[in-house]
């Protein structure tokens, strides 16, 4: 990896040289009933929109890459048949300009499924390929345990890293992009001092984590606590409103329809994003519901997470963001759900 | 209009259609009527029959009745079942029909002969409790929503006209809310029926920053228990949740059970 430093005056000239492209950012979002900010990502032309000491956003940066709807193809019907068209929707590369090392995370886990699998989808890769990241070091906030994830740092899936370091910002530099884009502003070696700011900041970070999962031995204890108790608690407040799927930045399920026009002569098939605690999630052809209780629906979101999709990657398909939780208005966060399954509450 | 009607070259029966009103605002009715873009193609795929609020020919020789508002009074029973009978598949359109809607509200006095004074004062008007159609007559096909969403009623008329299985979201507001990337409105202290009305309308209210007031009545799952839980954690007092679930009566008979009073239900409401 290849280090710098910059001064902090250097960020606006940076913004300035990635604005020939569509960029997205961390944007205020006004206050909640509580006076606490909110933020979320949004598409930003001018350097002073953006809101760069965010906490956590409310929504993911998920849906730039995979929207929560999309048409997938449309056909012109005839009557001897029908044309097909299909659009990936890939119009141009977006920068995002301050990522947290979760949201990476997260990015690189949708990888794994959409993009490095045997069937790559078209719709995502085409989207995430043509992403230049700007990554930004952040401050824990309550609802995080991305340190218990193993997603607090972020070690590839970005072009650029910073990290605050106050008068100046810390660069990790991952791509030819941007070394080049940084060639272009003012920039220094780092010195020992920097190094040593650097690690005294890392280690000041771990510290400020109020929220832990304990993920030992998870994957078996899950599987030994299928039948616990604690998934009908949990179920009983679930809503079965698939907000915590929605504002997932790792979620990826998702439901295709088809629809034909009222005119009966065009046709189109859309995707839309699902939760697995939504009813008829697992609902098959004939009307079969593999999961109609509430409680086996929210138990399959944390096996998917933290068992299988461990099973399968070595890494649970969870960052710690704590979205979910924050939004959940049962109040259900991963770090109790897991707590009470553990036989810790 | 149009001659035979075909889809990928296969032809289609083009079902012939009577559009009714009980007692309702027309609004729905004219929903359909409001999208000017595809109403062409609306009345191509359809031959109508009967439809006062958009012309004056009238017929009863129609296979899908749609039966906009609720019923409130006895020939309005007669005509229902009337309707009924003529028809093949019978519609209830817009929460009036399926729910009693607005008009039901009246229910909520103890007194309905009080009401009628307060209303019409001396005027002789028959007016008795309002009932959903479902408590007279079998319903085939319920379209939610006060006012019903245009582009669903497009999506079902051309899911029966080709014979696709008509559905319905099964999931809540919330869903479509949060594709919407709104900010929760409970977070910004305001009341929301989102977690369990039932979804279709792409969160009409909520994306309009105006908390949801459960017009399409229950979703499939509909957690009224935890909603209740919820209302408290927020600060929202009963009086102020059962004015949003008694609007529309999709929730009837859980506002009911939270009012704890004996006062007499109307039969066949829906179980949220
Ligand atoms: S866990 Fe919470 S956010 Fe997720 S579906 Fe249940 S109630 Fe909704
Ligand atoms: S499951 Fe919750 S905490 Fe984990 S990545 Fe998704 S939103 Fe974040
Ligand atoms: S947790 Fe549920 S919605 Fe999320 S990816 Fe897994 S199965 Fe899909
Ligand atoms: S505003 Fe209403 S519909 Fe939207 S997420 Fe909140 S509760 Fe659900
Ligand atoms: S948000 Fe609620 S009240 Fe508004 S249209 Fe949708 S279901 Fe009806």
Not at chain 1, 101 to 121: E, F, Q
Not at chain 2, 42 to 61: A, K, P, Y
Not at chain 2, 256 to 265: E, F, M, Q, Y
């Amino acid at each position: 990896m290849i280090f710098k430093v910059f001064k902090k005056e250097e960020l606006a000239r940076l913004h300035e040289l990635l604005a020939v492209n569509i960029m997205v950012g961390p944007v205020a979002r006004g206050n909640d009933r509580n006076g606490k900010p909110l933020y979320d990502f949004e598409v930003v032309s001018d350097f002073a929109e953006l809101a760069l000491d965010y906490t956590q956003t409310v929504h993911s940066p998920k849906r730039f890459v995979l929207p929560y709807r999309e048409t997938l193809s449309t056909f012109t019907l005839n009557p001897n048949g029908w044309e097909k068209q299909v659009d990936l929707n890939v119009r141009h590369p977006l920068v995002f300009f301050g990522m947290h090392a979760c949201d990476i995370n997260a990015l690189n886990k949708l990888d794994l499924v959409l993009a490095k699998s045997t069937y790559p989808n078209p719709y995502y890769l085409g989207k995430r390929k043509n992403l230049f990241i700007l990554g930004l070091s952040c401050n824990p906030e309550p609802q995080c345990f991305c340190r218990s994830m193993g997603t607090d740092s972020a070690s590839h899936g970005f072009d650029l890293f910073l990290t605050d370091l106050g008068g100046k910002y810390f660069a990790e530099i991952l791509s030819a992009t941007a070394f080049d884009l940084l060639s272009q502003i003012s920039c220094q070696e780092p010195s020992s001092k920097d190094h040593t700011l650097y690690k005294h900041l890392t280690n000041e970070k771990s510290k400020r984590y109020t929220t832990s999962v304990d993920t030992s031995d998870l994957t078996k204890i899950l599987d030994l606590e299928f039948a616990s108790k604690a998934w009908d608690y949990w179920g009983e407040k679930c809503l079965s409103c698939g907000t915590c799927a929605n504002v997932c930045p790792t979620c990826y399920c998702y439901g295709v329809e088809e629809q034909i026009d009222l005119d009966l002569r065009h046709a189109g098939k859309t995707r839309s994003l699902h939760s697995c605690n939504l009813i008829d999630f697992a609902k098959v052809a004939g009307g079969h519901n593999f999961r109609p209780e509430s409680a086996t629906r929210l138990k399959y979101r944390y096996y998917h997470k933290h068992r299988g999709f461990v099973e399968a990657f070595e890494e649970p398909l969870c960052v710690g963001c704590g979205r979910c939780g924050a939004a959940c208005l049962a109040d259900i966060t991963p770090p109790e759900v897991i707590a009470s399954v553990r036989g810790k509450m | 209009m149009g001659g035979q009607l075909t889809y990928l070259g296969v032809p289609l029966a083009r079902p012939r259609v009577g559009f009714f009103e009980l007692t309702s605002c027309e609004g729905c009715q004219l929903q359909l009527l409001n999208n000017e873009a595809t109403l062409l193609d609306f009345l191509n795929l359809v031959e109508i029959v009967n439809f006062r609020e958009g012309m004056s020919e009238r017929g009863d020789n129609y296979d899908i009745a749609f039966v906009e508002g609720s019923v409130t009074r006895q020939d309005e029973i007669a005509r229902l079942t009337e309707i009924r009978k003529n028809a093949k598949v019978l519609v209830a359109l817009g929460s009036c029909a399926c729910f009693g809607g607005v008009n039901q509200l009246k229910n909520r006095f103890r007194d309905l002969d009080w009401v009628k004074k307060e209303v019409y004062g001396d005027f002789p008007i028959e007016s008795m409790e309002v009932h959903p159609l479902a408590d007279f007559v079998q319903v085939d096909l319920e379209i939610y929503g006060c006012p019903i969403k245009k582009e669903e009623v497009e999506r079902i008329v051309t899911d029966l006209v080709v014979g696709n299985t008509v559905r319905h979201p099964e999931y809540p507001v919330c869903m479509e809310c949060k594709a919407n990337e709104n900010i929760c409105l409970f977070e910004l202290g305001e009341l929301c029926l989102g977690p369990v009305t039932r979804a279709g309308c792409d969160a009409w209210c909520t994306s309009n920053r105006r908390g949801c007031w459960g017009c399409r009545g229950p979703a499939t799952v509909a957690n009224l228990k935890q909603l209740e839980e919820i209302m408290h954690t927020y600060g929202f007092d009963r009086e102020t949740i059962l004015d949003r679930l008694e609007c529309f009566g999709g929730f009837a008979s859980f506002a009911d059970t939270l009012r704890d009073k004996g006062k007499k239900t109307p039969t066949g409401r829906k179980n949220p």
